[in-house]
């Protein structure tokens, strides 16, 4: 789940314009065209301690620091998935989906995280035995393997992210999962949304390991380990599976859709300089070989203003350029809301941070639909924006949304906000396919069902399926998007009737 870091700075918009609400498209979706929904590991599994799993960061920070967490909840138990995982194949089978995205725990399968601290049999169990019926019921998986639940032992031992070690650690893995479940696996993800892991992880403190005590310095080391453990995974798979497995592995990227304020050249530049620092950060990378150089530049010369013998953004060889560069076989782009950009002065030198190397003003329009997350306005057309300029920025890749979706404070079955949420993004992703040629092929919901919202506990509901967390059966009640979710996936349309 997305869930940005944003430094708001919540000023009426006054001259924003307001988007007048388009007839929802009447095309079909592509022959081919693959809808899914997603969940993650920590998030729904619950079985945290049993059958031999190892603990991880989130079981951790939840169990040590609960006041960080809505009413100190956390994923001990959640949707109970991991004793429940038959109930939530029939599902996916009720919505009638393409394929299901979800995650591998790390320490379910590694208890330790290292390679050498043994494989956890039951563990693989547990995937296998989902992938096999997932087999059975004609569902196809997409495997996370990073959805930030890094075992506890990696973070204590070598600092997690923030050491070079921990890309070997993660690239045995990541071969190993390979090896146990590739057979029957067309999409692998290496990370989902590093801009998350690395901003909230190691800056703001917003995620697991809920480090924030070197600001503008941790998030960019995390940011290259991750990128370097992303490339290693993407060769050995590329190397040693993809022959004789044919699947495809990419990296999920998330933004919101960043609009500029007004049509001054300076807002469109400062629109364009954050989705450089936030998609661009890995998705560059991954395509071109190097960081974004709005990045090297302003990173590189305020680190010199602040007295630092080099810049706070490492950089990479030559060699780990050429490494890097076309690791990724898809492009995932989870997106959910937009924000308005305006140019401002850059921020004075200071204590660095992320915020002030990019130096922008954010907002929101107010006539924008909230949500019950406080970073998610609906904005369906921020949807084909974004998809464009993943196309004209990173040469017309496929693109597949790896995730979507709306929140709100649960115990609503009638969701009519989620429906029409899910009708008018995929309106606009329809604008984009057909419209602006961009080469989408697959769209997943978040989220199959209710879940741990990470720092918002179990207060934000992103579920098409409701779940009853102090029922100790944890029952899953389809919402009435269920229904309209299923419609889609019959008629590939999102009106009574389309056009061929
Ligand atoms: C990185 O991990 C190694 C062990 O592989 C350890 O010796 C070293 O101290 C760690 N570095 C940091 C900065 O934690
Ligand atoms: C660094 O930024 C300052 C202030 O914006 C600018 O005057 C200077 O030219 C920049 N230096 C480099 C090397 O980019
Ligand atoms: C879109 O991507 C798929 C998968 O890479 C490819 O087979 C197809 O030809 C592409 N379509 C277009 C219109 O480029
Ligand atoms: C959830 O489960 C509890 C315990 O079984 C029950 O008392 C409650 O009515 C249920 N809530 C809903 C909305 O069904």
């Not at 990073?146 to 204590?156: F, G, N, V």
């Not at 590189?300 to 780990?320: A, H, K, M, Y």
């Not at 190397?357 to 954010?362: I, K, T, Y």
């Not at 079955?413 to 989408?440: K, M, T």
């Amino acid at each position: 789940m997305a869930s940005l870091e944003i430094y708001y700075t919540f000023i009426v918009c006054l001259f924003c314009f307001s988007q007048t609400t388009l007839a929802v498209d009447n095309r079909k979706f592509p022959a081919g065209f693959k809808f899914g929904v997603a969940t993650a590991s920590y998030q729904i599994e619950g079985g945290w301690d049993e059958d031999g799993k190892g603990e991880n960061i989130w079981d951790h920070l939840t169990h040590v620091s609960p006041d960080l967490i809505n009413h100190q909840s956390n994923g001990d138990i959640s949707c109970d998935s991991y004793h429940k995982y038959k109930t939530d194949v029939a599902l996916l089978k009720e919505l009638g989906v393409d394929f299901y995205r979800f995650s591998l725990s790390w320490s379910r399968i590694l208890p330790t995280g290292y390679i050498d601290g043994g494989i956890n049999e039951p563990g693989v169990a547990y995937y296998e035995n989902i992938l096999d019926l997932l087999e059975e019921n004609g569902i196809e998986p997409m495997i996370t393997l990073y959805h930030w639940d890094l075992p506890q032992p990696l973070h204590e031992n070598v600092g997690g992210w923030l050491n070079e070690t921990t890309v070997d650690i993660f690239a045995n893995y990541a071969r190993l999962a390979f090896d146990l479940f590739g057979d029957r696996v067309k999409y692998w993800v290496t990370f989902n949304e590093p801009l998350s892991i690395c901003q909230q992880g190691y800056e703001t403190g917003g995620k697991a390991p809920a480090i924030s005590d070197n600001p503008g310095v941790d998030l960019y080391i995390c940011g290259h380990m991750v990128l370097k453990s992303h490339a290693a995974a993407y060769h050995i798979y590329d190397k040693e599976y993809k022959p004789k497995q044919k699947g495809k592995i990419s990296i999920v990227i998330n933004t919101n859709w960043a609009e500029p304020g007004s049509d001054d050249a300076k807002d469109v530049e400062a629109a364009e300089r954050t989705l450089q620092f936030r998609f661009g950060w890995f998705a560059n990378p991954i395509v071109h070989g190097n960081y974004p150089q709005v990045m090297i530049d302003r990173i590189g010369n305020r680190s010199v203003q602040e007295g630092f013998t080099q810049s706070r953004l490492p950089q990479f060889t030559d060699e780990e350029v050429e490494s890097i560069k076309g690791t990724y076989d898809y492009i995932g782009l989870n997106h959910y809301s937009t924000s308005l950009i305006k140019w401002r002065e850059d921020i004075e030198i200071g204590e660095p941070s992320s915020s002030k190397d990019m130096s922008v003003q954010e907002s929101i329009d107010f006539s924008w639909e909230t949500s019950a997350s406080y970073w998610l306005f609906v904005v369906p057309w921020g949807m084909r924006k974004i998809s464009k300029w993943v196309k004209d920025t990173y040469n017309n890749p496929e693109i597949i949304i790896t995730e979507n979706g709306y929140s709100d404070a649960g115990g609503i079955l009638d969701d009519d906000r989620r429906i029409n949420y899910i009708r008018e993004y995929l309106s606009s992703l329809l604008e984009a396919i057909y419209d602006d040629e961009v080469n989408v092929t697959g769209y997943t919901a978040w989220s199959l069902m209710d879940n741990f919202e990470w720092f918002r506990g179990y207060a934000e509901k992103f579920g098409l399926y409701s779940v009853n967390f102090t029922d100790p059966e944890r029952p899953r009640t389809p919402k009435a998007s269920v229904d309209y979710y299923k419609s889609i996936l019959t008629t590939r349309c999102l009106v009574e009737e389309c056009t061929e």
